[in-house]
């Protein structure tokens, strides 16, 4: 591709709403623009490495047995109010009506649609098992998008699904697709670990998410560097501390004038936010639920909803707290009897804590869970924090940042059973197809590889993904340098090698600076000083080395390089 006639033009500054790495190297490189908030258009650059991203994952589905398939981008609301995810899915799904008044919807991911063709195709065992993918749009209407490619409305994705007779051959499916993703990923250049995850509303079993190191990333991971324990933070547990059997004395009231916060309670006592008990009071679908976690934690709302078994949570008003006996900013379980009460881990067994006295201005000293209360419920509904112990080796976790590229979930019957996707066994009984679901987001992957492959010039491309795999730069434009970097532009292309030729009437300074921004592998340097001693310059961009070839060695240089 000749520079002189692309569309698309680099930028030396960022535009100001690009406030991520990545996303500032995107625009400056004229990779994608932005055409309306969560709507981003690819321009040449930017589709060849999207291209080369797409052939890696045809490559790797491939081989592992999978068909491709393409399902409509517009689903019929149907089959969604059928599998219970038509109001499930919230404000998050674009709905809409055609003009015969038919409800419908874009998809935001396709298991409806899936299980609506397992229903109709597959009769018998012998059909299966099954692996099919897709590389296909989607469409989430998100409240908030962020960070250039990271989070947008409308987006590219991989999505496989298989389809078996049996949980044990979806265990097996899972392993080898597993196995497929991590190698795109490597592919493809990318720092990633698989972390333990929440199924939120794909539901199934053993969510899996890989998540690409990044100190921009959104999600907070809880990795141990002893043993293979990583996990997102939504999800994410501790190892639990020896029970503290210190004989305690009794429980005790004392006076704390304005002290309706934690912080307030500790300095005022002078004791540690840990010696403390927090209360948090939150409202749902079967009532009040009030928390109980130690003071220097944090509740986790996607481990309460789960231990509690509700899917709304949203603050209790001051009316409901006082409404079960409780005084806000002096609240205690202790005492109370018409409430349901979710304790963390982090209370039980830690010997006497401070606690709110249902008084105001007043709490309780030497609080024993056991002792002077007890919970309804008492699990892991705390974030996990740098420290903590690791559930499976008891060596300290940290936190990590991360940037989801992929989603596994072993789906299990949900969406056939709802939808009647079911196959005859060889006894001739009905049952139902056991799924499972695969994705990876192609345009935030792009910019995962960006984030994690630049310096302080612009982008350093793997050879794998890169749009071109070399950057050819006449300098001068005199007949001599014009031909003879033309004729080497017409025999690289003719031995395969994909080049970008930047032909312009520009500075060298400028082509310089833009080879090293689009960040091609290896930089071609035609010039009136080298062709005086028919030779060029080959450098790379990862390593900066210089190499001078002669001209009739160009190509074969070049292909031997590329090679290795």
Not at 275 to 286: D, G, L, M, P, W
Not at 443 to 470: M, S, T
């Amino acid at each position: 591709m000749r520079m002189s006639s692309g569309f698309g033009r680099t930028l030396r500054e960022a535009p100001s709403e690009a406030e991520l790495t990545a996303h500032q190297l995107i625009l400056r490189a004229g990779l994608a623009r932005q055409l309306l908030a969560g709507g981003m258009a690819l321009l040449p650059l930017g589709m060849r490495v999207f291209r080369r991203i797409e052939a890696l994952m045809h490559a790797e589905l491939a081989a592992i047995g999978a068909g491709e398939f393409r399902t409509p981008v517009v689903h019929a609301a149907s089959l969604w109010q059928q599998t219970g995810r038509y109001a499930q899915y919230g404000e998050a799904m674009l709905r809409f009506e055609n003009r015969n008044q038919q409800a419908l919807l874009f998809a935001p991911t396709h298991e409806e649609a899936v299980a609506e063709l397992a229903r109709r195709e597959v009769d018998s065992y012998r059909q299966l098992p099954s692996l099919l993918y897709q590389i296909h749009t989607k469409y989430r209407d998100e409240l908030r998008v962020r960070g250039g490619l990271l989070r947008l409305r409308e987006f590219t994705m991989l999505d496989a699904y298989s389809l078996d007779a049996d949980w044990a051959g979806l265990d097996a499916v899972y392993d080898r697709v597993a196995l497929a993703f991590e190698t795109i990923f490597e592919r493809c250049g990318v720092r990633f670990t698989a972390v333990e995850a929440d199924g939120g509303e794909m539901g199934g079993r053993e969510p899996r998410e890989y998540m690409a190191f990044s100190s921009s990333g959104e999600d907070t991971l809880a990795v141990c560097q002893s043993c293979n324990y990583a996990a997102n933070s939504e999800v994410a547990v501790r190892g639990q501390s020896a029970a503290n059997d210190d004989l305690v004395p009794a429980m005790s009231e004392i006076a704390t004038p304005a002290c309706t916060t934690i912080a307030e309670l500790a300095a005022f006592l002078q004791v540690s936010e840990a010696q403390t008990a927090k209360a948090v009071f939150f409202n749902s679908e079967k009532g009040l639920i009030f928390v109980v976690v130690r003071g220097d934690r944090e509740v986790n709302e996607i481990k309460l909803r789960a231990a509690a078994g509700v899917s709304v949570l949203e603050p209790a008003t001051l009316e409901q707290i006082s409404a079960v006996g409780a005084v806000a900013g002096y609240a205690s379980p202790v005492g109370l009897s018409n409430v349901t009460v979710i304790a963390d881990h982090s209370v039980v067994g830690v010997g006497g804590l401070v606690a709110g006295a249902n008084r105001s201005g007043y709490h309780l000293q030497n609080v024993v869970y056991g002792r002077d209360w007890q919970a309804t419920i008492v699990a892991d509904i705390a974030n996990v924090e740098a420290g903590d112990a690791c559930p499976q080796c008891g060596a300290s976790l940290s936190l990590e940042r991360g940037i989801e590229i992929g989603h596994i979930f072993k789906l299990g019957t949900r969406y056939t059973e709802a939808l009647g996707a079911t196959y005859l066994d060889p006894q001739g009984q009905a049952q139902p197809i056991v799924m499972g679901s695969y994705g990876i987001g192609l345009e935030r992957l792009l910019q995962v590889i960006i984030e994690q492959h630049h310096d302080e010039k612009g982008i350093v491309w793997p050879a794998c993904v890169a749009p071109f795999d070399l950057h050819l730069v006449q300098l001068g434009a005199s007949a001599t340098v014009s031909d003879a970097a033309n004729q080497l532009y017409q025999q690289l292309n003719a031995a395969g090698v994909s080049v970008l030729y930047d032909d312009r009437n520009e500075s060298a300074g400028v082509k310089f600076n833009d080879a090293d921004l689009l960040g091609m592998p290896w930089r071609l340097t035609v010039g009136e000083r080298g062709l005086k001693q028919q030779v060029v310059e080959l450098r790379n961009r990862a390593t900066g080395v210089v190499d001078t070839i002669g001209l009739d060695e160009v190509v074969t240089m070049i292909m031997m390089k590329d090679e290795g």
